[in-house]
């Protein structure tokens, strides 16, 4: 079933990633941990894909997600060798980025936002045993990624690979989005919820007001800490979402604009970080500084139009990714039947929300299989799931991924 509270969730997420990512506002990442409500989002959409089609899923969420990142490389990749990246074995990974592949020096901040997908690679790689453990033992399935993240912050594992502590820091979140998928944060009373929410909230707040990072309060800076509150907010944002949001389908502007964002989530997400760092030298040019507030909308009005324009020209590749017609612009009305059923996005729909009514558009194909059991024709989204998650005035907030000792963030 269709759930365009959490469409707007995802779209809300991604404009704020993006937001961070020009401003620089480290209270964004308390305000919003963005990343790790799309990391929770794509989670319960893994799940439901799971479900419906067993281990075969994996390999088709990769088909969903890598066509735009071979775009974005057929760009930039080129674009670095003949400035001066060396051509090895290595960048081959740009194929299959399980490892971060190679870049130069501009490259290693403008796509430094390929950390996600390969991430979520891994996430997705590792999904079919997860969930099999996830169904079997709930809660020590997710208590074993803070338990390792701590291991890592506390010491004990100082050389761990990096990929180690992204498991650590984020598959938490995918697992509690496929705690979303079975229903069990919707079956969990308030008497239970509640209290976790602000246990895990207070303890994640003490940890990042008690070891602030080089950017003060920035969480990306903060892992355990990043962990534990984005924890508790994805308890409140998902595990208590409404099952319908009217509001996003009552106005057409603001149902066009959560369906682009959902429909090209994967491509918004990848190009946004090129723009900003292109943009920076150029603003500060003409005077516009990241100190003053005119300076900072413009370049936010400007990021945005960017991205609307390489949405127009390479965003329809998701569609081809998803087995779509491709469309320059989703969400505009479709003239047939099958086209109109086709349109909305899906999003992760717990069980036993098909029993609650829905907004217009919204399609129901029952209820999602329940924890432990057999499935019952899950609903899943691959328009969403490919995501399914910002000194000086010519200083860009760059992403985790950045090598050479940059300073870099997550979003």
Request: no cysteine.
């Amino acid at each position: 079933m269709r759930n365009r509270y959490l469409d707007l969730l995802r779209s809300l997420a991604i404009v704020r990633v993006v937001v961070y990512h020009v401003t620089g506002w480290a209270a964004l990442t308390l305000i919003f941990p963005a990343m790790s409500v799309m990391f929770a989002l794509a989670g319960s959409l893994m799940a439901a894909s799971l479900d419906r089609t067993g281990p075969p899923a994996v390999l088709r969420r990769l088909r969903r997600l890598l066509p735009s990142l071979w775009v974005l490389a057929a760009v930039f990749v080129p674009a670095m060798l003949l400035t001066g990246l060396p051509l090895t074995p290595k960048v081959l990974l740009w194929l299959l980025p399980v490892s971060d592949p190679p870049t130069n020096g501009w490259g290693a901040v403008a796509l430094s936002v390929i950390w996600y997908l390969r991430d979520y690679l891994w996430f997705v790689l590792a999904s079919p045993l997860a969930l099999w453990l996830f169904r079997r033992a709930p809660l020590p399935t997710l208590l074993a990624p803070y338990a390792l993240l701590a291991v890592i912050e506390f010491g004990v594992l100082p050389a761990a690979p990096t990929i180690l502590r992204e498991f650590g820091l984020y598959f938490g979140a995918w697992l509690l989005g496929f705690a979303h998928h079975d229903g069990l944060l919707r079956r969990l009373g308030d008497r239970v919820l509640v209290p976790a929410a602000l246990a895990l909230g207070a303890a994640g707040l003490t940890w990042i007001f008690t070891h602030p990072g080089p950017r003060g309060y920035d969480l990306n800076d903060i892992h355990l800490g990043n962990a534990l509150w984005s924890a508790a907010f994805i308890l409140v944002a998902i595990g208590r979402a409404p099952a319908r949001a009217e509001l996003v389908d009552r106005t057409a502007v603001l149902r066009r604009v959560v369906t682009v964002l959902n429909r090209r989530a994967l491509t918004v997400y990848l190009w946004h970080m090129p723009f900003v760092v292109a943009l920076t030298p150029l603003v500060d040019l003409v005077g516009w500084s990241r100190r003053d507030p005119v300076g900072l909308a413009v370049r936010v009005v400007l990021v945005f139009a960017l991205l609307g324009l390489v949405t127009v020209l390479v965003g329809w590749v998701e569609d081809v990714a998803a087995r779509r017609a491709p469309e320059l612009l989703p969400g505009g009305v479709r003239s047939t039947p099958a086209g109109r059923a086709a349109a909305p996005p899906a999003s992760p729909a717990p069980v036993g929300a098909a029993a609650e009514p829905v907004g217009a558009g919204v399609r129901s194909t029952g209820a999602v299989g329940r924890a432990g059991g057999a499935p019952a024709n899950p609903t899943w989204s691959p328009a969403a799931s490919a995501l399914p998650a910002g000194g000086g005035s010519a200083r860009v907030p760059a992403p985790r991924g950045a090598r050479d000792g940059t300073t870099i963030s997550a979003g």
